[in-house]
């Protein structure tokens, strides 16, 4: 079982920066693919970007050049840094890993951390 901390969210004004933290300990980091989900209030769990053991990335098409994933294995850390940011990007922000069978669809494990609470508003 692997132990998820997400850190790094705040408060921007829209266009800002930031990036997100997800330190990760108890479990073998590098060999899992890794993502970065995002919920808001009444809405569904959204995938916003996966990153392969191999650091092949994939992005939700809204924060497509806007979000970069990445990870360092020496570190067991994740990463999400978030340029351009807008007011739909509100959300709390959580990491994970998950796995895939064809790179079209991503199944999360069960290691849910806290979250992250990130608001973009003026």
């Known amino acids: 079982q692997m132990r998820l901390v997400e850190s790094g969210g705040g408060l921007v004004e829209p266009g800002g920066t930031l990036r997100l933290s997800c330190a990760a300990s108890g479990g073998s980091f590098s060999s899992y693919d890794m993502a970065w989900y995002r919920r808001t209030p009444g809405a569904q769990r959204e995938l916003v970007a996966t990153?392969?053991?191999?650091?092949?990335?994939m992005y939700l098409d809204s924060v497509k050049g806007r979000f970069t994933v990445s990870r360092d294995n020496a570190k067991n850390t994740l990463y999400l840094q978030m340029n351009s940011l807008k007011p739909e990007d509100t959300a709390v922000y959580y990491c994970?890993?998950?796995?895939?069978?064809?790179?079209?669809?991503?199944?999360?494990?069960?290691?849910w951390g806290q979250g992250t609470q990130v608001t973009v508003s003026s």
């Open positions: 990153i392969t053991r191999g650091e092949s990335t």
């Open positions: 994970n890993a998950v796995e895939t069978v064809d790179g079209s669809k991503w199944y999360p494990y069960d290691f």
